[in-house]
């Protein structure tokens, strides 16, 4: 995660659950990763973290031993404040993970996988996936992002977005590539509606990393477009892929 990436995350750190996390006990993306793995009492991994929301989903939910690893700092900071003893938080890259070989039966990749360097990322899980470990990829399905609700306020969301998100097709060879068998590509959709309000404070507060390669000129246009413009609520799907892959026992 460059530099940059770490700093939008940090300065997001103490309003981020606000902005962009459910608050529900269990919400509508952990509900499907449970349909397609074993979720009750694993050892789970869930890197990139951040606030720690899906963690404490986890936890409560299904009994799960969870390690929360972020490369922002005051992510971390923000988890071990918000969901306090329930789990452990470290401070790392996906790329080089705090995480001991061979100790998680389960890792989670939610809305991350766009932000790392996939090759060594995808290494270090299975390094530390026991043998038979499922790795569990969230991601935007790049297919969607004509639709997604940003799409007409920026004109770059779009080629933006093409160039950071993987289809599910160069997830699977990825991480065949890493020694990964099994690998299966679940398209999903997520209904989502909020108001004109809440979407206005994710945009006023940049709580979306694509802002960080957009310019400044072109963000404060698109906010005040959507000041003048937005509906009372916000509808649209947003269409997402789970990719779940199993570690083999040897390369």
Known sequence: MGNRTVEHFDALAGRYSALRASGADLDPVTEVVAELVDLSGRRILDVGCGPGTVVCQLVRAFGAEALGVDASEKMIEAARREVGELARFEVGQAEELPVEDESSDIALMRLTVHLVDRPLAFAELRRVLVPGGAVVITTTDPAGFESFWMQRLFPSYTAIERRRFPDGSTLAAELGAAGFREIRVFPHTVERRF??????????????????????????????????TLPEEVRYDLRLLNVVARRTHVL
């Open 195 to 228: 108001s004109r309000e809440e979407a206005l404070q994710k945009l006023r507060g940049r709580a979306y990393s694509t802002f960080v390669l957009m310019s400044d000129e072109e963000y404060e246009a698109g906010v005040a477009a959507a000041e003048a």
